[in-house]
């Protein structure tokens, strides 16, 4: 059966995140009713990360396997068209071998996380941002950042409700910025645990406000203890940017 890459974009807000739930939309059910609409065809999409509700993306990858050979454009196109008025676009669409896996393949997949730092809270940009009104200091959230790259256990920033076999992983990226009034915070690894990133920006924000030294941030990833994680960030200012393959 013919194999289809597709590059998503979608606005996490007003979905329960990518996986399908029986009682609320997800962006899988909403792209394979697309997929049907134009196909004939009900089909099981795979993406390279299972986004939690409120949770956008900028560069989701998903694969999924028809009876019949349609032309990518046209699979984009249609696609498009179908996935309307919902808040997800398919950026790019291209055959691919049947060896092709969007979550077994990938070899690293990056997160963005942009913190609104300023007083007065955002209009336009509500749903895409964290507003954190108390001025933070992103270069010791950067050195801060730096002490917990390389392979640790992560217990301290996973979820408990995270199903992953081991708390081990490696980090490759952590890195934080400040321009204007953006604070941006971007991780890339091979994989993450639940909840991990939304729960180092969480900690992180404790350092940029003073609250936590660089160090104190390196003490609570060392005590592997969910109990030591600052409070986690919100759904809203996470985004997945990007899978390698």
């Known amino acids: 059966m013919p194999r289809f890459k597709l590059i998503l974009e979608y606005d996490g807000t007003p ?3 990518w996986q399908r739930q029986a009682d609320r939309m997800s962006v899988q059910q909403a792209l394979e009713e697309a997929i049907a609409r134009f196909s004939g065809e009900a089909v099981t999409t795979q993406a390279a990360g299972r986004t939690d509700a409120g949770v956008h993306a900028l560069g989701q990858v998903v694969h999924f396997d028809l009876g019949k050979d349609w032309d990518a454009f046209r699979i984009r196109e249609a696609l498009n068209y179908h996935l309307r008025p919902h808040p997800v676009v398919v950026v790019e669409c291209e055959a691919v071998g049947n060896d092709f896996e969007a979550r077994f393949s990938a070899k690293a997949r990056h997160y963005a996380y942009r913190i609104l730092n300023r007083r007065a809270p955002a209009a336009i940009e509500r749903h895409q941002v964290w507003h954190v009104p108390m001025p933070l ?50 991780a890339g690894a091979r994989s993450f645990l639940h909840h991990q990133v939304r729960s180092m920006v969480g900690s992180l924000k404790l350092v940029g406000e003073g609250k936590w030294s660089p160090a104190d941030f390196r003490a609570a990833l060392d005590a592997a203890d969910r109990r030591r994680c600052g409070a986690m960030a919100p759904a809203s200012g996470l985004y997945l940017t990007g899978v390698d393959y």
Do not use: Y
Request: charge should be negative; charged fraction near 25%; include cysteine.
């Open 15 to 17: 979905f329960c995140g």
């Open 137 to 186: 200091d992103a270069q010791s959230m950067h050195e801060a950042a730096q002490l917990i790259l390389g392979r640790h256990d992560f217990s301290t920033f996973r979820s408990s409700e995270c199903q992953a076999n081991s708390p081990i992983r490696t980090l490759d990226v952590f890195e934080v910025s400040g321009d204007d009034e953006i604070v941006t915070i971007t």
